[in-house]
């Protein structure tokens, strides 16, 4: 019996509401950093592949990633310059490949754009996937907790695989939840074909086989299945999964070697840690990436959440719980914990916590006598649940339109010194002023040189000696900001300062950083941050004019 129009018209107006949330908390700040080309490290390779693929060269030549996502974003691309094309932008392809050379700026807001659209499908299927599972409520909170889900808007707006992934994981499972409760043949084949894509774009987001392979296993509970046919549907489901996953990263197959090295290689990353080194990502995860992500009142009743329903519907709950906690296992147990990587478990956890948050509503109108408001109980739980993380995420998105610290320190310099100087600058690439991004035609005018500790040498691209007349020293409270020692003596002999751009207060105690991730917007402590980037010192050599 399907529900009366009004309570249909009300769901509607609800997703339509929630979705129309997410999408502007996806969508605001979405040119940030721009066109700086590594404010958000890894988008880089997205593009250059994305690139490479546009010649019709398609082996990735890196497997680091699997390819679907740079597959996609080539057909992005190529709708980008057919409509370039018939506005007389890109008379031809090599013209098109010279102005993304120039200027990738339109080509970091497609690849972020497909990020964004991902990350607003994700709260539709959440909302799907809750209706199946549990009711329009739980659904409707489950989606809005996931909507404003700080760490995963802030991933939203990067153009890598993260968020892509997670939306195919959860798109997915809500095949597996279908097939679990209807056996149709075409659930568990999505689910198959779907669970393939998800690890095609992001390798242990295939653990989502999983709960589909229980699914089978488990039967029906209403209809008795054949062992034999059971197992006949695993075969198959493995060997869709396998068969999709090929198609989106073909050349795993095809040059199979570099494949299994780069396997090896992530494997031993993730096991032996980045540049942190903060201890197992079980506790990473639980203590900051899940704990500012979310929120602690979304993390904590989603714990809840799944071992309450997992007790309530063993059969339901532990589908629901089998992606979560497997994922969540395997990515915790090495000591490399981007915060990026727990994105896949987020929607699963805001779902799970909408269970307890409205059932603990329910029963308060109940105990009042006034059940007929739970739904409104319901959200006033919510709303509160979800305040610590929607602030998060209008605060980060409002940092994000503000202009880089390395942007404004690049500005200065060229109109500092328009007829040119040399820079020598501290820190890894990721947080270093780009002078291509403020004199994209003139970058002979700043020429790089870098600095040998070991021997106190400055050398240029070619190797020459040289000396710089500027040194840029970039600050940030993670490791790749760190200054060696032999920096200090060189400035504080020949060096004076000139000028400082303050991105974020270094007196504060409450910031924290993913560690791991050369990203210099925080986690937590975001009213302590004035704009994205480091800080920045500029230092001329003594006697520059």
């Not at 050379?101 to 991902?118: E, F, K, Y």
């Not at 780069?262 to 990436?289: D, F, K, N």
């Not at 035609?441 to 500027?470: M, N, W």
């Not at 200054?483 to 974020?504: F, K």
Request: net charge positive; hydrophobic share 50%; with cysteine.
């Amino acid at each position: 019996m399907s529900p009366p129009r009004d309570e249909r018209r009300s769901d509607v107006s609800g997703l339509v509401a929630v979705l129309s949330l997410a999408f502007i908390l996806r969508v605001l700040g979405l040119r940030f950093g721009l066109p700086h080309t590594l404010a958000r490290p890894d988008e880089d390779a997205t593009v250059a592949i994305a690139l490479k693929f546009f010649t019709r060269s398609f082996n990735p030549g890196f497997f680091d990633w699997p390819s679907l996502f740079m597959y996609v974003t080539t057909v992005a691309f190529v709708g980008y310059f057919q409509f370039g094309r018939l506005l007389g932008w890109f008379p031809y392809e090599n013209t098109f490949l010279a102005a993304a050379t120039r200027n990738q700026a339109p080509l970091r807001v497609i690849t972020r754009s497909l990020s964004a659209a991902a990350g607003v499908l994700t709260v539709a299927t959440v909302y799907a996937i809750g209706r199946r599972l549990f009711d329009r409520t739980i659904a409707l909170v489950g989606a809005f907790f996931l909507a404003v889900a700080a760490l995963h808007v802030r991933d939203s707006h990067f153009g890598v695989t993260d968020v892509a992934a997670t939306f195919l994981v959860t798109w997915s499972f809500l095949n597996t939840v279908a097939f679990a409760q209807t056996r149709r043949p075409r659930d568990w084949i999505a689910s198959a074909l779907l669970a393939g894509a998800a690890a095609s774009t992001k390798y242990n987001a295939g653990l989502v086989v999983l709960p589909g392979l229980y699914a089978i296993v488990l039967g029906a509970a209403h209809a008795h299945e054949a062992w034999s046919l059971r197992g006949r549907r695993c075969v198959a489901y493995i060997a869709l999964a396998i068969v999709a996953f090929f198609v989106g990263t073909p050349y795993a197959l095809i040059d199979r070697p570099s494949f299994l090295a780069a396997l090896e290689s992530i494997t031993a990353h993730l096991r032996g840690g980045h540049a942190a080194m903060a201890g197992p990502g079980w506790v990473v995860h639980a203590a900051s990436s899940l704990r500012y992500g979310v929120g602690l009142p979304i993390l904590v009743a989603g714990a809840l959440g799944f071992v309450v329903y997992a007790v309530r519907d063993r059969r339901l709950g532990v589908l629901f719980l089998i992606f979560p906690a497997a994922y969540y296992a395997f990515i915790g147990a090495g000591e490399t914990a981007f915060a990026r990587y727990i994105i896949p478990v987020v929607p699963f956890l805001c779902l799970a916590a909408a269970y307890p948050i409205v059932e603990a509503a329910r029963a308060a109108a109940r105990w009042s006598s006034r059940p007929q408001f739970g739904p409104a109980v319901a959200w006033i739980f919510a709303i509160a649940a979800a305040a610590p993380s929607l602030a998060t995420a209008i605060h980060s998105d409002m940092l994000l339109t503000k202009a880089d610290s390395r942007l404004i320190a690049a500005d200065w310099i060229r109109e500092r010194y328009p007829d040119g100087v040399s820079i020598a600058q501290t820190g890894t690439v990721a947080g270093q002023v780009q002078m291509t991004t403020a004199a994209p035609d003139t970058p002979e005018r700043y020429p790089a040189l870098k600095f040998e500790p070991a021997s106190g040498r400055f050398f240029t691209a070619e190797d020459k000696d040289g000396s710089p007349q500027l040194i840029v020293v970039e600050q940030c409270p993670l490791a790749y900001c760190e200054i060696q020692p032999q920096w200090l003596t060189v400035l504080r002999d020949r060096y004076e300062l000139e000028r400082t751009i303050v991105a974020y207060d270094v007196s504060s105690h409450a910031l924290v950083y993913d560690r791991d991730d050369d990203f210099y917007l925080p986690l937590a402590g975001l009213s302590s941050v004035t704009r994205p980037g480091p800080n920045i010192a500029i230092f001329r050599v003594r006697g520059l004019h």
